[in-house]
């Protein structure tokens, strides 16, 4: 395990010890998608589910209980800098309606507690411009999980898909290129317009 991962791992132990558990009632993550090793693959499943309640999102793996239900979420854990979800949500004439959420802590730390939440419509052609990259970068295919982490420090990239019943889940370590990286800048810059100073980009 990196340095990087332990004091990931570490930050959660310490909102566990604090009482923040609440959102163990909430269920994020199916067992087993983060890491074969029930130890590790509820610690991680922790981590994460800790800073998407922070953000104040819902659980994706929970909506593809509804048949209809197509949603994409980008949740971007930078180690020393906010946590950002964006997530758009698709609407039965095509359309999307894009929220971007944003928390006082740090990725690799304590989440915080919320400072933005902006939401705003899409048209027909940005939506569909998006469902078409999630086509071409074959999302639905990826593998979860890669023994990608290069580094002490970086950021966890990871893309949730809900879709006709069926939910789906991959994150890349500070990913330079790749499909996860071109979901992420579209939904992050190109549809929500952040404006990410160039050292905090990784």
Avoid: C
Avoid at 40 to 60: F, I, M, N, R, V
Avoid at 101 to 127: D, F, M
């Amino acid at each position: 395990m990196s340095n990087s991962t332990a004091r990931f791992l570490t930050a959660v132990l310490v909102l566990t010890f604090l009482g923040t558990t609440a959102f163990s009632q909430v269920v994020y993550f199916p067992k087993r998608t983060l890491d074969t090793r029930p130890d590790l693959d509820k610690l991680l499943t922790d981590w994460y589910s800790a800073q998407l309640k922070a953000l104040e999102e819902p659980s994706l793996f929970e909506l593809a209980k509804t048949p209809t239900a197509q949603s994409y979420r980008f949740l971007w854990l930078r180690s020393f800098h906010h946590p950002i979800a964006v997530r758009l949500d698709i609407k039965a004439d095509g359309t999307g309606i894009l929220t971007t959420k944003v928390t006082s802590g740090a990725g690799g730390y304590e989440p915080g507690t919320l400072i933005e939440n902006t939401t705003k419509p899409l048209t027909t052609h940005q939506t569909q411009a998006f469902l078409a990259k999630i086509q071409q970068t074959n999302f639905w295919l990826l593998p979860t999980a890669t023994n990608d982490q290069k580094g002490t420090d970086g950021s966890q990239w990871m893309i949730e898909g809900v879709n006709s019943g069926k939910y789906h889940f991959v994150k890349r370590w500070s990913p330079e290129t790749g499909p996860i990286r071109e979901l992420g800048i579209s939904l992050a810059i190109e549809l929500a317009g952040m404006n990410i100073p160039k050292d905090e980009f990784y």
